[in-house]
């Protein structure tokens, strides 16, 4: 019924900076929170940013002052600007979104994942 599909992620060397986007698509009623996951190899996966459907955000203490969450409701998409990367950001970045669909069910929805490697 839902579909979320990320794009953005890649290859950047420590320092540098990328920005995933993630486009929610299907029979959508409206959005409330949208936020940003990553599950680094042989770890747990992680909440990295959360923004509210008013704007309200919230960060990992990890990427406070480095990474920064934003969302366009009329294209029901979600942006992570990541900066100053760290090899330690390396992960599979998921996007999850809480949905409720035209027939008022409520759904938790994840992206299939993208992936972000750091070099040093």
């Known amino acids: 019924q839902v579909q979320l599909v990320e794009s953005g992620g890649g290859w950047v060397q420590a320092g540098g900076s990328l920005r995933l986007s993630c486009a929610a698509s299907?029979?959508?009623?409206?959005?409330?929170?949208m936020g940003w996951y990553r599950q680094a190899p042989g770890k747990q996966r992680e909440s990295v940013a959360r923004?509210?459907?008013?704007?309200?955000?919230n960060y990992a203490d990890s990427v406070k002052g480095r990474f920064a969450i934003s969302r366009d409701n009329a294209k029901n998409t979600v942006y992570l600007q990541m900066n100053s990367l760290k090899p330690e950001d390396t992960a599979a970045y998921y996007c999850?979104?809480?949905?409720?669909?035209?027939?008022?069910?409520?759904?938790?929805?994840w992206g299939q994942g993208t992936p972000v490697t750091v070099s040093s």
């Open positions: 923004i509210t459907s008013g704007g309200t955000t």
């Open positions: 299907g029979s959508i009623r409206s959005i409330a929170a």
């Open positions: 999850n979104a809480d949905v409720t669909v035209v027939t008022l069910r409520r759904l938790e929805v």
